[in-house]
């Protein structure tokens, strides 16, 4: 089982900027992909921005020119640089991985834009 453990989230100005953190650790061999997913107050969760194992990379629209997801393979990292940020951001961000026939998922952090 892989565990995985978010970082970085918080209170921001509209215009601000965040980094989110993700570090596997566990059973990380044969993770495919790894990504951010976000659920905002009665809302589904929704896609953000994923990464494969071989660093291609996929966004969500809302999120396009904004957010920047990135991977540190020496330290099992996944990062989340979230820049522009609106009021429509705020929500609790997951971190997740993805293996064959498995996905395991963070605990969640909350990102919280407001004036």
């Known amino acids: 089982q892989v565990q995985l453990v978010e970082s970085g989230g918080g209170l921001v100005q509209p215009g601000g900027s965040l980094r989110l953190s993700c570090a596997a650790s566990g059973s990380i061999f044969g993770i495919n992909a790894m990504g951010w997913y976000r659920q905002a107050p009665g809302k589904q969760r929704e896609l953000v921005a994923t990464i494969t194992s071989g660093g291609r990379t996929n966004y969500a629209d809302s999120v396009k020119g904004r957010f920047t997801i990135s991977r540190d393979s020496a330290k099992n990292t996944v990062y989340l640089q979230m820049n522009s940020l609106k009021l429509e951001d705020t929500a609790v961000y997951y971190c997740?991985?993805?293996?064959?026939?498995?996905?395991?998922w963070g605990q969640g952090i909350q990102v919280t834009v407001s004036s």
């Open positions: 997740n991985a993805d293996k064959k026939f498995a996905r395991s």
